[in-house]
Structures are given as C-alpha cells and as structure tokens.
C-alpha cells in the first residue's frame, strides 16, 4: 500500500463523492471518466457514498514518513464501502491490535497532517470502528 499515493489522491475524496454507471450500475471512487466496463454506453453520476464500510484488508504502520511521526503506529486499511467501491484510509482511534478483517468502520472528518515548517494541517477522512463492529 503507498502512502504517497493516498496523499496524492486526497483532494479527490475529499467528500467521499464517488460516481455510478448508470448503464451497469458499478460504482467508482475516487470518481473517474469513463466506465472501464462499458466505455461510451455508460453514464458516469455523482453520488455521495453513506461512509459505512467493511475493513478488506489491512496493514500496521511503525515507519513514519514526515509529519506522522506521532501517529505512530497506526493503521491502514482497504475498506469496502456499502455502495461497492473500494479505498485505502487510515484507522484511527484504536489499538491497532483490535482490527480485524471483516469489521464495520465509518468514516469521521479528521485532521490528517499537520505541516509544521508552513503551519499547514490537511483534514480529510479517516475511518473509526463501529461499536459491535465485529467480524462476521
Ligand atoms: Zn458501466
């Protein structure tokens, strides 16, 4: 999993608006063009993902990169969300010894980074596990 590349993906998810094809119905997200399935037949619409989601996969980080070093160690997950679409999001606020693939998560508005040389902090989303949010 490449933490640059979520970075770099953030302002595209900024609101968890994904799209849908309206001639197959998959969903995307981030959003992009055209649907890979049926190319010019399909329709791509906006719409706003719910924030609740299944944990696919996950990873323990311990390494830092800059600006996360008093996150550590912390987790990042491949979460399913209820609308179909896949994203990769940090967990926060648990020990990372309680994930579990299969748990419930949802999204929550967070500070992610704070940039001390510019005094910059970035929001965006992180994911929280639910209550009873245990495997199935
Ligand atoms: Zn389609």
Redesign the pocket.
């Known amino acids: 999993m490449s933490v640059p590349r979520f970075w770099r993906n953030q302002q595209s998810r900024y609101n968890l608006v994904g799209v849908k ?6 969903t995307y997200f981030p959003p992009r063009s055209l ?5 010019r ?2 329709k ?1 619409e906006k719409f706003k993902l719910r924030g609740r989601g299944e944990v696919v996969t996950y990873t323990v980080i311990h390494t830092a990169t800059d600006g996360f070093g008093d996150q550590v160690p912390y987790v990042m997950a491949i979460i399913r969300m209820e609308e179909g679409p896949q994203l990769t999001a940090q967990i926060a606020d648990c020990d990372p010894s309680e994930v579990r693939i299969g748990m419930k998560v949802e999204a929550i508005f967070r500070k992610i980074q704070e940039d001390g040389t510019a005094g910059l902090i970035h929001y965006g989303y992180k994911f929280k596990l639910l209550e009873g949010g245990n495997a199935l």
């Open positions: 094809c309206t001639n197959c119905g998959r649907c890979p399935s049926c190319r037949l399909g791509l």
